[in-house]
């Protein structure tokens, strides 16, 4: 306080006042500046996505953003948060304000499939300040020592199935079933098909057909999600996974054909792969939950399948998973 007015008194009045102007100068400038939202211009993939693609922002104070589109119209959507996916078009900016209540790094893409690499538009807001930081769960896979690529593939015969397994008709048998296999711990680790393979070796059910034995596996499956799960599951499939793996699972997206040829140009297993067909029972009847969900976040490192660990929660990815599941069985009547 005292060496402050000692300041003022040896100015001279009229310096005084300027200096007191270029203060208050000072002050609009900082306030209109920090009005000023940064802007984005987006443009497809190939024209560079999110530019710029790294923004830097500070806890508790509101990120201004307007977002422009340079050619088609595109979405922004932020990972791991509940802001609503915000969509805009040329001509038309938008501007929207975030605020973040824990430091960490944020990931945001795009959900519009405006080009073949759409999957590629990303970028990161790196948002300081106190808190704790955003906890970054160990993946299952990982924590398990699970091999992504190794652990999927499967010698076994094709499983073919003459109808598609339902989850009411197996509920008939819920007594046969061992308990073991309504714990979580035992669905993240088994595939449809050991479980089938586990069921066909109870002597309960020895006399039931194969195909009833697999409407039992559906029952199985069916215990370990419910209906909001799957709900929310189909929505950011439609959302996120339709424009390559087709609103029915068939991989069948709008992308498919493409993805398709270049594979076959390339003939290159680690290159651009066509899009998992969900509804051939050979995908998902052989693949235990912790690998899909594995697959989902890791990506599929080059092949075309994007990466979604730092975009979905670990609710979301179960939700997923659950999701993916239902192109394979039917759980009519067990969740309506
Ligand atoms: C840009 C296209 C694209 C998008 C978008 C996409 N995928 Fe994929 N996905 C692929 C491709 C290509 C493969 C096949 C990779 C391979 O053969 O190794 C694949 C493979 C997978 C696999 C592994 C299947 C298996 O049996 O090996 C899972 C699981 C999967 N996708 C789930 C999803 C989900 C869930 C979404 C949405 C959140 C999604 N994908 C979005 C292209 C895509």
Redesign the pocket.
């Known amino acids: 306080m005292m060496t402050r007015r000692f300041f003022i008194w040896t100015l001279q009045p009229r310096s005084a006042l300027a200096l007191a102007c270029f203060s208050l100068i000072g002050l609009i400038a900082a306030v209109s500046f920090s009005r000023q939202p940064t802007t984005i211009h987006v443009r497809i993939a190939e024209d560079g996505g999110f530019m710029p693609d790294s923004i830097k922002a500070h806890v508790g104070e509101p990120l201004r953003l307007r977002l422009i589109s340079d050619d088609v119209e595109h979405t922004f959507a932020l990972g791991q948060s509940p802001v609503r996916p915000v969509t805009f078009k040329p001509g038309e900016p938008v501007n929207i304000t975030l605020s973040f209540d824990k430091p960490g790094t944020y990931t945001f893409y795009t959900t519009t499939p405006s080009s073949l690499n759409f ?1 590629r538009m990303r970028g990161v807001i790196e948002v300081s300040g106190d808190g704790e930081a955003q906890a970054a769960d160990i993946p299952l896979y990982v924590h398990l020592g699970l091999e992504l690529d190794k652990e ?1 593939e499967s010698d076994e015969e094709h499983v073919e199935l003459a109808n598609q397994p339902s989850a009411e008709r197996g509920a008939v048998f819920v007594n046969q079933i061992p308990a073991t296999m309504l714990t979580s711990d035992y669905y993240v680790l088994h595939s449809p098909m050991e479980t089938f393979d586990e069921l066909r070796g109870e002597p309960a059910l020895q006399m039931l057909s194969d195909l009833v034995v697999w409407d039992v596996v559906a029952y199985v499956w069916a215990q370990h999600t419910t209906s909001a799960a799957l709900i929310a599951g189909e929505k ?2 439609q959302v ?2 339709a ?3 087709g609103e029915n699972g068939a991989g069948d997206g709008q ?1 498919a054909d493409e ?1 398709k040829a270049i594979a076959e140009k390339n003939n290159d297993e680690h290159g ?5 067909d969900f509804t051939d029972a050979e ?2 009847l052989e ?1 235990k939950p912790a690998i ?1 969900q594995g ?2 976040l890791r990506g ?1 490192m080059g ?4 990466m ?1 660990g730092t975009i979905f929660t670990d609710e979301e990815t179960w939700d ?1 998973v659950a999701f ?1 599941y239902s192109f394979q069985f039917k759980y009519q009547g067990v969740h309506q």
């Open positions: 999957w999927h950011l499939y996120n996974c424009a390559c793996h992308f993805m651009i792969q066509a899009p998992t995908h998902l693949a899909l697959l989902l599929g092949t075309g399948m994007p979604w997923l993916l």
